[in-house]
C-alpha cells in the first residue's frame, strides 16, 4: 500500500516532465485517474454548460465513481509509466 502510494506520488511528479502534450482524451484520462486516487468519488455541482474545459473533468471524474482509490492509483501509475517510456 505505501508503496503504491509512493508510486503514485512520484508518477504525478513524472508527468510534469513529459517531452510533448498528450492528447486532450488522454489528459482527461489522467485528471480523472488522478482525481479518483487522490480525492475519491466525485464531488460537487458539475459545472455550468458554458464552462467546457470544467465539465469535461467533471465527467471524466465521474466516470470513475465507485472505481476504489487503489485501483485508480495503479491505472494511473500504469499510465504515466507507459507515456513515459
Not at 489522467?30 to 465527467?59: H, I, M, N
Amino acid at each position: 500500500m505505501a508503496d503504491l502510494k509512493t508510486a503514485f506520488e512520484q508518477a504525478s511528479k513524472d508527468i510534469q516532465g513529459l517531452p510533448e502534450r498528450p492528447d486532450n482524451d488522454t489528459l482527461l484520462r489522467l485528471y480523472g485517474l488522478y482525481k479518483q486516487g487522490s480525492e475519491g468519488d466525485v464531488k460537487g455541482d458539475k459545472p455550468g454548460f458554458f464552462d467546457f474545459v470544467g465539465t469535461a473533468k467533471y465527467e471524466a471524474w465521474a466516470k470513475l465513481k465507485g472505481t476504489p482509490q487503489e485501483e485508480a492509483q495503479k491505472k494511473y501509475v500504469d499510465l504515466v509509466k507507459k507515456l513515459t517510456a
